[in-house]
Each structure stands twice: as C-alpha cells, then as structure tokens.
C-alpha cells in the first residue's frame, strides 16, 4: 500500500516550457487535490476533484489545468510555465471530502528559470 | 468565508518541555478543525482533529488539543517533546456546510536539547 504517490521529485523547466505533474492513490478514495506550498503561505488549494468525473477550481488556478484520469489518477499541468509557480506542489486524497482526514503525497518542487 | 491564524511563525523549545501551539479560527457555523504536521522534506500527516462531542482532543504522538469556541480557538499542546518533533506544524479548518479545507500558514517547531 504505497499510498499517495507522486512524480516526478523534482523539475526544473524554463519560462513558457510545459509539464504534468502526476499523482496517484491506491485507497479508494472519492477526493483528490492539489496544493502549492510557498514560504510563509501554507498551502493553498489550486484544483480539487470531488469524485471521479468532476474537478473544480480552488483559491489559485490560473495558470493550471487538471484531468481526473481514473478514480486513482489526478493529474496537475501547467501549460506555459512562469517564475511565479516556482513552487512545491503536493497531491492529497481522501475518502470524506473535505470533513475527512487527507493523505498527502511527497510533493514535487518545482523551479521555473 | 473562512479563516485560519497561527500567530507564531517560529518558536523554539528545550527538549522536554511543554509545548502549545496557537490556532485562531474564523467560521460562522460549526468548525471541523484540523491540526497536521509536516517533517522535513515530507507531504502533511495528520495529527488530530475535531468535529464535534468533547473539546479536549487526542491525537498521534502524544500530542493534544483542546476546542474553545468562545476564544475561536484550538490550540495544540504536548506535555513534553522529543527532538524528532521538530517540525513544521498546520492548523486547518473546513466547516459543517462541506466548505474548503483552510490552512494556517505554519508554525516551524525547533527542538534544542
């Protein structure tokens, strides 16, 4: 039971370059997320997906777009990256929506040059 | 809409002592309150949390908490830490009307021995 997982560890891309960040979960949960994590700014929710089928926005999404592959798979991209997303993204699952406990993935730091 | 504030950015204890972190939390209705604990390097894991029933909270680790609704508050405390408390600590809030999880921006725990 690995958990949450996510890939890759780190990345370094260049202004306006392109990626997916992946992540995975082998509980069964309904609800995935991602957040950003910045210095003095905990996390801050970017995209959630309630259930398998249906993501929405959370408190800063410009800039990504996400894609709820499976029940398991809850995929981050950032089209034409910017020095402002240098950040460390972390994905997280869980079975009650937001009243539930979240499981949290490693997280992915990202530096955008 | 809801808020989350850990007044303390930093704070250093001697091994062994006691500890409390503060949490003040901003929410009309009845709060679902959250405290999760990140160690270096690593995603969020939760400590304890609270719904509803008794206001004094047990969780992983040794660490308590104790619900106050009339200071708006859910502070964590440990009677006596251990170096590998060292850490970073958040307090989180989602609320009765299936409302966003919101996070503190943090308090950074050192040990000193």
């Known amino acids: 039971n690995a958990g949450v997982t996510q890939t890759p560890k780190f990345q370094v891309l260049k202004t306006g370059q392109s990626m997916t960040l992946q992540c995975a979960q082998d509980m069964n949960h309904n609800s995935m997320y991602w957040y950003r994590q910045d210095p003095g700014m905990g996390l801050r929710l970017i995209y959630y997906?309630?259930?398998?089928?249906?993501?929405d926005k959370g408190e800063v999404p410009n800039g990504y777009n996400v894609s709820r592959l499976n029940k398991r798979e809850f995929s981050l991209r950032l089209e034409s990256a910017a020095p402002s997303q240098t950040s460390v993204y972390f994905c997280a699952s869980s079975t009650q929506g937001w009243r539930g406990e979240q499981y949290f993935g490693p997280g992915t730091r990202l530096t955008v040059t | 809409a809801q808020s989350v504030t850990q007044p303390d950015i930093h704070i250093t204890v001697s091994e062994g002592a006691s500890l409390e972190l503060r949490c003040n939390y901003s929410y009309g209705a009845t709060p679902y309150l959250f405290w999760y604990v990140q160690s270096p390097g690593q995603g969020l894991q939760l400590l304890l949390k609270?719904?509803?029933?008794?206001?004094l909270v047990q969780g992983i680790k040794g660490f308590e908490a104790e619900f106050k609704r009339s200071q708006s508050s859910f502070n964590l405390r440990k009677p006596s830490v251990h170096w590998s408390d060292a850490a970073e600590y958040f307090c989180a809030v989602s609320g009765f009307g299936n409302e966003k999880l919101t996070f503190g921006t943090g308090t950074r725990l050192t040990i000193i021995p």
């Open positions: 609270y719904f509803s029933g008794d206001t």
């Open positions: 997906s309630a259930s398998e089928g249906t993501t």
